[in-house]
């Protein structure tokens, strides 16, 4: 049988690891991005956009966070509802840090950075009953509207339509929905009888 020299491995293959560089654009900056609009709109919709996406990120936590350790009657419900929210929430973190870079910018990306920068509260570790897991929610997605609409107002002045365009379409659409379905759920309306029905 003929057996195989071993062989010298060539150098271009090689995987080169452990390199480590300066970073080629600071957090915070904006670099010039040939889209017609101002370096100042720019920097402005980039700086906004940041704290939405810190605060996106961090709703979307929250919801995977509930889905894990929702509790009760109506656990299978909201297991599933959460989750699904959870994924409408990422697909809007990805629009959101994917038109800070298209500005020009730099999209925070780190849980420690989001955690320095959002303004939803930080809930605890362990587990919470279903009425206080969805106020979290409630109290999390008004943060997030009212700043996404104060936002769009001024992207809208300062014209950029697209930055806009992705506040109201994207953002504001799907947390408003999403309060909807979640808002519902700590109605306290009878399971099974009505509202002064008499017994029998
Ligand atoms: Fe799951």
Known sequence: MKTSTPRKVARSAAPLTHQHAHEIQAFGSVVPMPIALAEGTRRTS?????????DTMTLRDLYKKHHWQVSGPTFYQ????FDKHYGE???LV??????IMMLGGVSIAMSADVA????IPR???????????ISRLLHAHEIVLEEARAMARKAAEDGDDGTNDLLVS??????????WFVAEHVVDGPLARADGEAAT
């Open 170 to 179: 994207d953002v504001i659409r799907t947390n408003e929905m999403q309060v």
């Open 94 to 99: 990805d629009l959101i840090a994917e038109r």
């Open 116 to 119: 320095e920068t959002t303004l």
């Open 46 to 54: 980039a700086e906004n956009l940041n704290q939405l996406l810190a």
């Open 78 to 81: 909201l297991h599933l509802l």
């Open 123 to 133: 809930p605890p570790k362990g587990r919470e009953e279903v009425p206080v897991q």
């Open 89 to 91: 929430q990422s697909e």
